[in-house]
């Protein structure tokens, strides 16, 4: 959930992991901190905050020296403190290290250690590491570079959990250590220097060559006075894995203009969506013959991901396929895995934990993977049998909007390739798709009257209904809302509300309806929804191709029914936006929340 990154080079490592750290912000940002072997002397700097502040008001930018790491923490043990931010430190404060993860066996390592007279200054989880390498580092007679990195493979070996670690020493100041087991970690190589880094975001300022590090993986990398020596280990062996260029550009990491990253990312989904409209095209051929050649199919996902798969399920039902859109962390617990079954992961990060541990159970179970992900080299992308890219770039704001409708891209595409399997005639979806770019600049366009209608949103609770294929856009909407501006917002099926939820509406509780297509069996029902809602006194917000009597109208292009859902998007991602500006919340971060969950 954290972002962490290590530096080893020529330069002054505190700027270099400054700019890393703020890059990382919208993975976790309770607090931050780093840390640097500067002359001979380990310096730490960190305390509770964002970024630039914490930076700001404790000097990072004071420390000189050439190596370093640093973190920005979502907090997993231990509250919201300076003792509790990272980097964490052993007795004798000569060894640092960064973590994103959680040890699971640290209340065991934690009291033997102490029992040997080791004093913890934090209550998380990741302190036990230095101590451990500490400890193991006493049992060598002679303290030199080849006996400390066998002292810090030893620790790791005792560590239970999810791990990404960077560690540094005062003493060896020409070394860089990482390890990772379940929790992303990417070696990033310039000439004269490396990196190591939660994504490549942390280092995509200077190097886009970078190599995912595989679970198990431990890496060295040694300063020399004529280069560096890199070595990658697994449980003992050296591996050699495989170099990536990555061809992510850094300005879509900057914000051009835009006053959060939302809503560039909101505005350039026409543009994006072309990308996403023509990427991965065998790979998408290859899922859909999967789905017809497999018994049965499960999309697994969380969140916004969720949501996409449950367009999946309404799309592949017009085709008579049964496709199941199931909640990655309760897969374990319902899920009927065998041979015949397909589990398809969709994940944004690709490191999404609950999804990774579905897919993962899937195929212990011999069951086929598959993944839809956004981030090249993520772990979903290497440990399933067919990766699809999505092709949305760098997604910042820690609100998914973009990659969901990218996400709905890569199904729509799917679904058109298994219909042509079945020897249906798909073309009218095709020429839809093809125009779903200028839909979306139609709804985009609407942004001011979004912007009003949002501002004159005045209750606290909020309940976003629709019916048909657009129930996900219900859930996203709410969702998408609830996120960012703090409110309560429910996402339900216009039948469902009538089951209980109805009795809540009154003039303090809004519904945003998102109506669907005339052209949908639905359409009218929705309708009579309206009406329950305003026979109750409550006020309704329509996203809808037509007018609503009584209501507020957010107006959207007339299309099929089975793409209204990628067009509707952008009209709630806005709404949810311009009240979130209006309440004065941190858009692009909200509170609580992380980017990549990456933790149970
Ligand atoms: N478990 C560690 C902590 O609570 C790291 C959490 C994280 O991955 O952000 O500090």
């Known amino acids: 959930m954290c972002g962490i990154i290590g530096y080893i080079g020529k330069d002054k490592a505190s700027k270099i992991l400054l700019n890393g750290l703020k890059r990382l912000e919208y ?19 960190k305390n509770v905050g964002k970024v630039e ?17 640093g973190h920005t923490r979502w907090g997993t043990h231990g509250f919201i403190t300076k003792e509790n931010s990272h980097p964490h430190t052993d007795c004798k404060e000569e060894i640092a290290v960064v973590h994103n993860g959680i040890i699971s066996n640290y209340k065991e390592l934690k009291e033997e250690l102490i029992k040997k007279g080791h004093k913890f200054k934090s209550e998380t989880d990741t302190e036990v590491v230095p101590h451990l390498i500490e400890e193991e580092l006493k049992k060598f007679e002679e303290i030199n570079e080849e006996n400390y990195i066998k002292a810090v493979k030893n620790a790791i070996k005792k560590l239970k959990g999810t791990y990404a670690l960077v560690i540094i020493n005062k003493n060896f100041p020409n070394l860089l250590i990482g390890a990772r087991n379940e929790s992303p970690l990417i070696l990033g190589i310039k000439d004269d220097s490396y990196f190591l880094g939660s994504d490549i975001t942390a280092f995509l300022d200077y190097t886009n060559t970078a190599i995912p590090l595989e679970d198990g993986d431990i890496v060295v990398i040694k300063k020399k006075d004529n280069g ?34 939302m809503l560039k990312e909101i505005m350039e989904q026409p543009e994006v969506l072309k990308v996403s409209a023509k990427i991965s095209a065998e790979e998408i051929k290859e899922l859909a013959k999967c789905i017809k050649d497999y018994d049965r199919i499960y999309f697994v996902a969380m969140g916004t991901s969720l949501h996409a798969a449950m367009v999946a399920e309404y799309l592949f039902a ?42 993962r159970f899937a195929k212990s179970k011999g069951a086929k993977t598959g993944a839809i992900v956004n981030v090249l080299g993520s772990t979903a992308t290497r440990e399933t049998d067919i990766t699809v890219m999505i092709g949305a770039g760098i997604e910042i704001a820690v609100c998914a909007t973009k990659t969901y409708t990218s996400q ?41 009257t979004i912007k009003k209608i949002a501002n004159n949103l005045k209750v606290n609770n909020y309940i976003f209904i629709s019916k048909g294929i657009n129930l996900a856009s219900a859930m996203e909407g709410a969702l998408k809302f609830k996120e960012i501006t703090y409110l309560h917002a429910e996402g339900m099926s216009g039948g469902m509300l009538k089951h209980g939820t109805i009795s809540l509406i009154d003039e303090n509780m809004d519904t945003v309806a998102i109506v669907p297509p005339r052209n949908s069996s639905v ?43 990628i067009v509707y998007a952008p009209a709630f991602q806005l709404l949810a936006y311009y009240k979130a500006v209006e309440l004065g919340r941190d858009v692009d971060k909200p509170r609580g929340l992380a980017k990549s969950v990456t933790v149970e």
């Open 318 to 359: 017009k085709l008579g396929k049964l496709v199941i859109a199931c909640d990655a962390s309760e897969f374990l617990n319902k899920g009927v895995v065998d041979k015949k079954t397909l589990v398809i992961g969709i994940t944004q990060s690709g490191e999404t934990y609950d999804t990774l541990k579905a897919l």
């Open 228 to 261: 560096y020596d890199v070595v990658i280990e697994n449980n003992g062996t050296p591996v050699k894995r495989e170099v990536m260029e990555i061809n992510w550009d850094i300005s879509s990491a900057e914000k051009m203009g835009y006053p959060h990253f």
């Open 27 to 45: 993975r976790g940002y309770d607090s931050c901190g780093i840390g640097v072997v500067d002359n001979d002397k380990l310096i730490i700097k």
């Open 408 to 448: 709905l891209m890569i199904l729509y595409r799917l679904f058109i390739e298994y219909g042509k399997l079945l020897g249906r005639d798909m073309s009218r979806y095709e020429k839809e798709i093809d125009k779903i770019p200028n839909y979306i600049k139609e709804v985009l366009d609407k942004k001011e």
């Open 53 to 69: 502040e914490v930076a700001e008001r404790e000097g990072f930018l004071d420390v000189d020296g050439c190596v370093g790491v």
């Open 523 to 565: 359409f009218s029902s929705i309708l009579s929804n309206i009406e329950e809602v305003r026979a109750r006194g409550g006020k309704v917000i329509a996203i809808t191709p037509v007018e609503i009597e009584g209501a507020e109208n957010i107006l959207v292009p007339e299309v099929i029914e089975e793409i209204s859902p």
